[in-house]
């Protein structure tokens, strides 16, 4: 049995409703998209006194990372340059690395102070001008290693409120062979 021509010009009809729904969805839901990045780049953008509500993370810190052969393995050191009215969370500073790469626990050039933050309650965090995370990197066969990708996880706040989004540094290290 064939499809009527009724059935036919209904269905192409709902199918053109349908896509104009679609459409008008997608266009009310970029709008609201483009209104909530209106409102969140207002944050960071200029106010019209010419101060900026709050920093880029950029700006609110500079995150640096260098290494160097020991006869344990190398050294990884990440040093972060913290703007005044800012700091970094302590336990959010974390590594990733391949399977067979090992990492001794931080070691810090600052004392973190406690704060009782609204999301994570009290927490260590470092507010000091700049504040080196130090650890020793090894292979787990005792081998050398060259570039070995390394991921650094870090996350800071504004003390006025804004706490930024996770970030990630990537970098290359080559691992010495401890002696």
Request: charged share 15%; proline share 6%; with cysteine.
């Amino acid at each position: 049995m064939g499809i009527s021509t009724s059935t036919t010009k209904y269905q192409s009809a709902r199918m053109r409703t349908a896509a104009i729904i679609l459409a008008s969805s997608s266009l009310i839901a970029a709008g609201t998209i483009s209104a909530q990045a209106a409102s969140l780049s207002g944050l960071f953008n200029s106010s019209n006194n010419g101060s900026s509500k709050f920093l880029s993370v950029e700006q609110a810190f500079s995150v640096d990372s260098s290494s160097k052969a020991t006869k344990k393995g190398t050294q990884l050191s990440i040093t972060f340059d913290i703007t005044p009215e800012h700091y970094v969370y302590k336990n959010q500073l974390k590594l990733r690395f391949p399977k067979g790469i090992n990492a001794t626990p931080f070691t810090f050039n600052q004392k973190p102070v406690t704060i009782d933050d609204p999301t994570f309650g009290k927490v260590p965090v470092f507010t000091q001008k700049s504040v080196t995370a130090t650890t020793t990197l090894t292979t787990a066969n005792g081998k050398g290693a060259k570039n070995v990708p390394v991921v650094i996880h870090w996350q800071g706040c504004a003390k006025a409120g804004l706490c930024y989004p996770p970030e990630k540094m990537a970098t290359k290290v080559a691992i010495a062979v401890p002696r």
